[in-house]
């Protein structure tokens, strides 16, 4: 008998999947989402230097200050800042990895405020 995966486990063999066809590089790095329990993070990353360019997540203070918002309102306003950051940076168009997590609810939010922002993905 096969023994069972947990929600983790199965979750990381879909990141490693996806990431065997999905890379960044300095033209067009890659947005990587990372979502737990309680906070999401992003981070833009240039997978040929091996170098993260922008990154925010919800642990940040100007994130943070807001108090008593849903979790889903609190990723867009992450989206919205990476993609400001990026913006800065000179960075308009990226690949989007969602770690293996359904494209839906957090991950979706963020995604959406992050291209309402001007990125292109």
């Known amino acids: 008998m096969r ?6 486990a199965r979750r990381v063999m879909r990141h490693i999947r996806v990431r065997q066809r999905l890379s960044g590089s300095s033209g067009r790095p890659r947005l990587s989402i990372y979502r737990s329990l309680n906070h999401v993070y992003a981070q833009v990353i ?3 230097k091996r170098v993260t ?3 925010a997540s919800s642990l940040e203070t100007s994130v943070r200050s807001e108090s008593n918002i849903k979790k889903t309102d609190v990723s867009k306003i992450v989206g919205a800042l990476v993609a400001q950051r990026a913006r ?3 960075i308009t168009t990226v690949i989007f ?3 293996g997590y359904r494209y839906h609810g957090r991950v979706k939010a963020l995604a959406e405020a992050a291209r309402k922002e001007g990125l292109v993905f």
């Open 46 to 48: 240039d997978d040929v």
């Open 97 to 99: 990895d969602r770690g």
């Open 3 to 8: 023994k069972a995966r947990s929600n983790k």
């Open 53 to 55: 360019l922008v990154s």
């Open 88 to 90: 800065k940076m000179g």
